[in-house]
C-alpha cells in the first residue's frame, strides 16, 4: 500500500461546472461468458442534478446494479465490459480517464453505499481505520487526524457514542449501524454524487426508516446528486423526484416522480405498479405480471417485455420500440405509449 | 384468548397453541458445559387457527417467528406450553410420535435456493414425503400423484425430470409448496414464502397460495416481515416483538386501528408507493435496533425505544388483552388507537 500513498487533489481536470452534474449516455455493458457475450445494460441515458435524487427501479436481473457499478467504475471486468456510450461527470467523460483519475473521482466526487454492509466493510481493520484511510490516502492527512475526522463523520450519520465505537469492528455493530458506517465513509470526501445500490434492502422496515431519513437529511444539507438503485417502489414514491424503470437491460420509461405513478406510459411500469400489496388498502386479487424475466442470453426479439405484456400485438415482437417523449420530461420505450398514458390502452 | 375473534368460528380449530415458551441456552464450556442464559426466542404465545383462515405473524428479525413457525410443526420442542394439530397434543411427544401428526400440518421455507435438494430431481422432492409415508399413496402411483401436485401449483407435469437450478426463484417456491401439500395437510406454516421473490413473480405465488387455500379448505401460519404482502393473505394479524405478541386482531383492527406504539411505529414506517402521500402520513422513527433476546428489557420489551414509556412499563410486564376502552387484544398499559397507515386528513 505503501507505493500508492500519495496526495492528489481533488480536482477533476477539464471541469466545467455549468455543465449538468452527472450525465449518462447510452450505457452498454456486456459480461464475456464462455465464449459469448451477454447484454447486462443496452443503451441507459439518464442525468442527475444537484440536489436530486434519480431512483432506478427494476427487478433482479434488470441491470440496475451493473448500471451503477459501470457509472462508479467498479464494474469486474473481465467479464463485464462497457462497450459503448458515456458517462460525464461536469461534462468530462469518465470512460475515457485513466485509472488513476478515476480513483480521485471516486473519493471525491462520486461516493457509494453498497446493500451488504457486512461483506463491503473489511473485518479486519477498525470502521475508524477504514474512514481514517480515504483521508489518509486522498488527503494525505495523519492517522491521528484521521481518526478525528473519522469520529466527526460517525457522529454525523448518527453513531451514538462515536469515540468508543471508532475502534469497533464492524461485527461489532448491527445491520441498521453498519448501513450508517457505509454511508459515512462514502460521505467522507464529501462527493456531489452519491449512489446507493439498495442500501435498505437487509434492513428490517423501522430501521429502514432510519437510514432513509438520515440519507434523505444529508443530500439536503450538502445538495448532493442521489441516484437510489431499488427494486422497492415505496422507497421511491417516498424519497424520489425522477424515476427511471428498467427492464431486462433497457430504461423502459422515465419521468417525475408523479408523472411515473400516477400517469405510467409503458404497459410494464402500469403493471409493476399493479402488482404490488399496498399496506394502507385491502385488495383483491393481486395483478400479475405472468411469465419471467428473459434470459439475457437469450433475449426475446423486438420488444424485450412483449412475451409478458397485456397490450402487446404482433408489432411488438418483431420491432424493437423507440425511446420517445409522451409529455414534457417523461419517455417511454413501447409502440402503444401514447395510448397507455392517455389511459386507452 | 380472543373473545371476538374465537366466536366467529364454530369449528374446532386446526392449530392451537397455548403459551408456547422456546428458550435456547447458551453454554460455554466444551467438556463441562454451564448454562450461562438463555435465549428467549418465544416467550409465551397463544395461537388459534380455524380451517380455512389464515393467520398473519409479522415482526423484524429476532422477533421469534421462525422460531415460533419451527415450534409449531413439531421440528423444535417447546420448552413449555402446548401445540395442538387438529386436537392432538404435538409439544412433548416424541419423534417417532410426531411422524403422523406432521401429515396435518407442513412447512414452506423461505429459501427456495437453499430448500430444495440440488442432486434430487424434482420428481423425486416432491415424491420424497410419500417415501416417508409410505401408507398415504400406493407405490404404483405416486408418479401420477406427483404430476397431479404439480399441476397443481401450475408447474408442468413435464418437468418432474428436472432439477432444482432449472427453475427460477418463483417456480421453485411453488415445487416447494407442491411437497408441502403432498401429504394433503390442513395447515401450512409458510415462513417468509414470497420475501425472496421479485414483486412480479411475489403476486403470482400469493395468488396461487389463496387459489388453494380455496380449494382445499387449507389453513395457513403467515410468517412475514413485510406487513403489505401480509395485509393482504391474513384474515387475523399477530405482531411479534421480541418473543412476544404485542398486538392481535382482524386485517382491519391491526391496519387501520392499531393500538401497540409499536405495530403504530411499524407501520407507519413501511413505505406506500404513492407519491401524493409523501409527508402526508404520520412518520414514527424508532431510536435504535432491537435488543438482544438473551438479555431482554424487564417489563414491556418494547419500552427501551417506546415513546410511551414511563416507571411502571421497566416494573410490570403488560399482558395481552383487550383493556377498558379496547376492540382487540394489545399488550400496552397506554393502548390508544392512532391511525398511521393512511394519509393525515
Known amino acids: 500500500m505503501a507505493q500508492t500513498l500519495r496526495v492528489v487533489g481533488d480536482t477533476l481536470p477539464g471541469a466545467d461546472m455549468n455543465a449538468p452534474l452527472l450525465e449518462v449516455e447510452d450505457l452498454q455493458v456486456e459480461f464475456a461468458v464462455r465464449g459469448s457475450r451477454i447484454p447486462a445494460v443496452r443503451g441507459a441515458t439518464f442525468a442527475v442534478e444537484q440536489g436530486q435524487t434519480l431512483a432506478i427501479v427494476g427487478e433482479s436481473g434488470s441491470g440496475k446494479s451493473v448500471t451503477s457499478q459501470a457509472v462508479m467504475g467498479i464494474l469486474d471486468s473481465p467479464p463485464g465490459h462497457i462497450t459503448g456510450g458515456e458517462v460525464r461527470l461536469h461534462g468530462v467523460d469518465l470512460l475515457q480517464q485513466d485509472a488513476e483519475t478515476r480513483r480521485t473521482?471516486?473519493?471525491?466526487?462520486?461516493?457509494?453505499?453498497?446493500?451488504?454492509?457486512?461483506?463491503?466493510?473489511?473485518?479486519?481493520?477498525?470502521?475508524?481505520?477504514?474512514?481514517?484511510?480515504?483521508?489518509?490516502?486522498?488527503?494525505?492527512?495523519?492517522?491521528?487526524?484521521?481518526?478525528?475526522?473519522?469520529?466527526?463523520?460517525?457522529?454525523?450519520?448518527?453513531?451514538?457514542?462515536?469515540?468508543?465505537?471508532?475502534?469497533?469492528y464492524p461485527h461489532q455493530f448491527s445491520g441498521g449501524m453498519r448501513q450508517r458506517v457505509m454511508i459515512a465513509m462514502a460521505l467522507a470526501l464529501d462527493p456531489e454524487v452519491l449512489i446507493a445500490d439498495e442500501p435498505t434492502t437487509a434492513l428490517d422496515v423501522t430501521v429502514q426508516a432510519q437510514i432513509m431519513r438520515l440519507l434523505r437529511q444529508i443530500q439536503e444539507d450538502r445538495d448532493m446528486g442521489l441516484i437510489l438503485i431499488t427494486h422497492d417502489l415505496g422507497v421511491v414514491a417516498d424519497v424520489a423526484d425522477e424515476v427511471?424503470?428498467?427492464?431486462?437491460?433497457?430504461?423502459?420509461?422515465?419521468?417525475?416522480?408523479?408523472?411515473?405513478?400516477?400517469?405510467?406510459?409503458?404497459?410494464?411500469?402500469?403493471?409493476?405498479?399493479?402488482?404490488?400489496?399496498?399496506?394502507?388498502?385491502?385488495?383483491?386479487?393481486?395483478?400479475?405480471i405472468s411469465g419471467l424475466p428473459p434470459n439475457p442470453g437469450a433475449l426475446p426479439g423486438g420488444c424485450s417485455f412483449h412475451p409478458r405484456c397485456w397490450a402487446a400485438e404482433d408489432k411488438c415482437s418483431i420491432e424493437d420500440p423507440p425511446y420517445e417523449t409522451v409529455a414534457t420530461g417523461h419517455r417511454s420505450r413501447c409502440h402503444f405509449a401514447e395510448e397507455v398514458y392517455r389511459d386507452e390502452r | 384468548m380472543n373473545a371476538e375473534l374465537g366466536q366467529e368460528h364454530a369449528a374446532e380449530p386446526v392449530l392451537e397453541a397455548t403459551d408456547v415458551v422456546k428458550h435456547y441456552p447458551i453454554q460455554r464450556g466444551i467438556v463441562i458445559k454451564r448454562t450461562i442464559g438463555h435465549v428467549q426466542a418465544v416467550d409465551g404465545v397463544d395461537l388459534k387457527l380455524y380451517p380455512g383462515k389464515t393467520i398473519g405473524v409479522v415482526g423484524e428479525s429476532g422477533?421469534?417467528?421462525?422460531?415460533?413457525?419451527?415450534?409449531?410443526?413439531?421440528?423444535?420442542?417447546?420448552?413449555?406450553?402446548?401445540?395442538?394439530?387438529?386436537?392432538?397434543?404435538?409439544?412433548?411427544?416424541?419423534?417417532?410420535h410426531i411422524r403422523p401428526v406432521r401429515r396435518d400440518i407442513q412447512l414452506v421455507f423461505q429459501d427456495p435456493y437453499t430448500s430444495l435438494n440440488p442432486r434430487m430431481t424434482v420428481g423425486?422432492?416432491?415424491?420424497?414425503?410419500?417415501?416417508?409415508?409410505?401408507?398415504?399413496?400406493?407405490?404404483?402411483?405416486?408418479?401420477?400423484?406427483?404430476?397431479?401436485?404439480?399441476?397443481?401449483?401450475?408447474?408442468?407435469?413435464?418437468?418432474?425430470?428436472?432439477?432444482?437450478?432449472?427453475?427460477?426463484?418463483?417456480?421453485?417456491?411453488?415445487?416447494?409448496?407442491?411437497?408441502?401439500?403432498?401429504?394433503?395437510?390442513?395447515?401450512?406454516v409458510c415462513d417468509e414464502p414470497v420475501s425472496a421473490l421479485d414483486v412480479s413473480i411475489q403476486g403470482q405465488v400469493i395468488n396461487?397460495?389463496?387459489?388453494?387455500?380455496?380449494?382445499?379448505?387449507?389453513?395457513?401460519?403467515?410468517?412475514?416481515?413485510?406487513?403489505?404482502?401480509?395485509?393482504?393473505?391474513?384474515?387475523?394479524?399477530?405482531?411479534?416483538?421480541?418473543?412476544?405478541?404485542?398486538?392481535?386482531?382482524?386485517?382491519?383492527?391491526?391496519?387501520?386501528?392499531?393500538?401497540?406504539?409499536?405495530?403504530?411505529?411499524?407501520?407507519?414506517?413501511?413505505?406506500?408507493?404513492?407519491?401524493?402521500?409523501?409527508?402526508?402520513?404520520?412518520?414514527?422513527?424508532?431510536?435504535?435496533?432491537?435488543?438482544?433476546?438473551?438479555?431482554?428489557?424487564?417489563?414491556?420489551?418494547?419500552?427501551?425505544?417506546?415513546?410511551?414509556?414511563?416507571?411502571?412499563?421497566?416494573?410490570?410486564?403488560?399482558?395481552?388483552?383487550v383493556g377498558n376502552h379496547g376492540t382487540h387484544p394489545t399488550a400496552c398499559f397506554y393502548a390508544e388507537e392512532r391511525d398511521v397507515t393512511h394519509a393525515v386528513k
Not at chain 1, 453505499?113 to 473489511?122: G, H, R
Not at chain 2, 421469534?64 to 413457525?69: E, P, Y
Not at chain 2, 427453475?167 to 421453485?172: K, P, V
Request: charged share 25%; net charge neutral.
Open chain 1, 105 to 168: 473521482v471516486r473519493a471525491n466526487h462520486i461516493g457509494m453505499v453498497f446493500q451488504d454492509a457486512l461483506s463491503a466493510l473489511n473485518p479486519l481493520w477498525s470502521v475508524g481505520f477504514q474512514i481514517g484511510e480515504l483521508f489518509r490516502m486522498h488527503r494525505g492527512t495523519s492517522r491521528k487526524d484521521a481518526k478525528l475526522k473519522a469520529i466527526e463523520l460517525l457522529d454525523l450519520v448518527g453513531i451514538p457514542d462515536a469515540k468508543n465505537r471508532v475502534g469497533q
Open chain 1, 244 to 288: 427511471a424503470v428498467m427492464y431486462a437491460g433497457r430504461i423502459m420509461e422515465q419521468a417525475g416522480i408523479h408523472q411515473i405513478f400516477e400517469r405510467p406510459a409503458n404497459p410494464y411500469t402500469k403493471a409493476l405498479l399493479k402488482a404490488i400489496p399496498r399496506v394502507d388498502t385491502l385488495g383483491q386479487e393481486l395483478e400479475v
Open chain 2, 63 to 96: 422477533s421469534g417467528k421462525s422460531t415460533l413457525a419451527k415450534v409449531l410443526v413439531g421440528l423444535e420442542r417447546p420448552t413449555s406450553g402446548s401445540v395442538k394439530v387438529l386436537g392432538k397434543e404435538i409439544g412433548n411427544l416424541k419423534d417417532r
Open chain 2, 124 to 188: 423425486d422432492i416432491v415424491a420424497e414425503p410419500f417415501a416417508i409415508h409410505q401408507d398415504v399413496v400406493p407405490k404404483n402411483q405416486v408418479g401420477s400423484e406427483v404430476k397431479e401436485l404439480l399441476d397443481l401449483v401450475g408447474l408442468s407435469p413435464d418437468h418432474v425430470n428436472r432439477y432444482p437450478h432449472q427453475f427460477s426463484g418463483g417456480q421453485r417456491q411453488r415445487i416447494g409448496i407442491a411437497r408441502a401439500l403432498a401429504l394433503r395437510p390442513k395447515v401450512l
Open chain 2, 208 to 321: 396461487l397460495l389463496e387459489r388453494l387455500q380455496d380449494e382445499l379448505g387449507l389453513a395457513y401460519v403467515f410468517i412475514a416481515h413485510d406487513l403489505s404482502v401480509v395485509r393482504h393473505i391474513a384474515d387475523e394479524v399477530a405482531v411479534m416483538y421480541l418473543g412476544k405478541v404485542v398486538e392481535h386482531g382482524t386485517g382491519a383492527e391491526i391496519y387501520d386501528h392499531p393500538r401497540h406504539p409499536y405495530t403504530q411505529a411499524l407501520l407507519s414506517a413501511v413505505p406506500v408507493p404513492d407519491p401524493s402521500l409523501r409527508g402526508h402520513r404520520e412518520e414514527i422513527i424508532l431510536q435504535g435496533d432491537v435488543p438482544s433476546p438473551i438479555d431482554p428489557p424487564s417489563g414491556c420489551r418494547f419500552r427501551t425505544r417506546c415513546w410511551k414509556a414511563t416507571e411502571r412499563c421497566a416494573e410490570e410486564v403488560p399482558s395481552l388483552d
